[in-house]
T-cell receptor, first 112, second 113 residues
C-alpha cells in the first residue's frame, strides 16, 4: 500500500522537447504529491507539488497533471533545456503516514 | 535563511567503527527526516523525528542504527559497527510542521572500507 511506481527509468529528449514522467500510487490516503529534482552529488530539491483537489498545476516550465480516479500523476517539462538533465523523483504523503514515499527515479537527459 | 545543513559531507569508516551523521534543520523547522540512497536507487525512508521524539522509525534497521533529535543541537543518525552494506548517501530533510513540504540537505556520503 506504500508504493509509488515511476516510469520510465531513463529518458532522453532533444532540447525543446517535452519530457513526460509518470507515477502511480497505491495508498488512497496520500494527499500530497511532490516532484523532486536531484543533480549528481546533491540533495533532492523540491520542484513542484500538487494536492488532489486540482487536476493540474503549473510553475514556470513545469506542469503536474493529476488523475485521482486512476491514482496517477505526471510531470511535464516544457521547452526542455540541457540544464534540466537530472534525476527526477515523484513522491506521495498522507495524513497518518507523514513521511514521503518516493518513486524509483527517472534519469532525464536533454541533448542539444 | 540557511538551508538544511548536514555534516560531514563525506565520511570514511572501517568495518566495525561507528558513524555519526549530523543534521541541522532549517531555522524554524522542528520536524526532521532521514533517508538513505544507494547508487542508482531512490530514497528510502529511515526515521521521522520531532524535537526529542521519534515519530516513525519504521524504516530503521532494528540493530546498529539509532537516531535522535535533542531539544538543543542537531539531529544525529548513529550507525554502530558499520558494515560495507552501510555505504550509501544519507540525506536529512526538515519541515516546519507535520504534513508540510520537506527540504533536503546535501547529504553525507558514507564509505565503509
Amino acid at each position: 500500500q506504500q508504493q509509488v511506481k515511476q516510469s520510465p527509468q531513463s529518458l532522453i529528449v532533444q532540447k525543446g522537447g517535452i519530457p513526460i514522467i509518470n507515477c502511480a500510487y497505491e495508498n488512497t490516503a496520500f494527499d500530497y504529491f511532490p516532484w523532486y529534482q536531484q543533480f549528481p552529488g546533491k540533495g533532492p530539491a523540491l520542484l513542484i507539488a500538487i494536492r488532489p483537489d486540482v487536476s493540474e498545476k503549473k510553475e514556470g516550465r513545469f506542469t503536474i497533471s493529476f488523475n485521482k480516479s486512476a491514482k496517477q500523476f505526471s510531470l511535464h517539462i516544457m521547452d526542455s533545456q540541457p540544464g534540466d538533465s537530472a534525476t527526477y523523483f515523484c513522491a506521495g504523503m498522507g495524513f497518518g503516514n507523514e513521511k514521503l514515499t518516493f518513486g524509483t527515479g527517472t534519469r532525464l537527459t536533454i541533448i542539444p | 535563511n540557511a538551508g538544511v545543513m548536514q555534516n560531514p559531507r563525506h565520511l570514511v569508516r572501517r568495518r566495525g567503527q561507528e558513524a555519526r551523521l549530523r543534521c541541522s534543520p532549517m531555522k524554524g523547522h522542528s520536524h526532521v527526516y532521514w533517508y538513505r540512497q544507494l547508487p542508482e536507487e531512490g530514497l528510502k525512508f529511515m526515521v521521522y523525528l520531532q524535537k526529542e521524539n521519534i515519530i516513525d522509525e519504521s524504516g530503521m534497521p532494528k540493530e546498529r542504527f539509532s537516531a535522535e533529535f535533542p531539544k538543543e543541537g542537531p539531529s544525529i543518525l548513529r550507525i554502530q559497527q558499520v558494515v560495507r552494506g552501510d555505504s550509501a548517501a544519507y540525506f536529512c530533510a526538515s519541515s516546519p510542521r507535520r504534513h508540510e513540504k520537506l527540504f533536503f540537505g546535501s547529504g553525507t556520503q558514507l564509505s565503509v572500507l
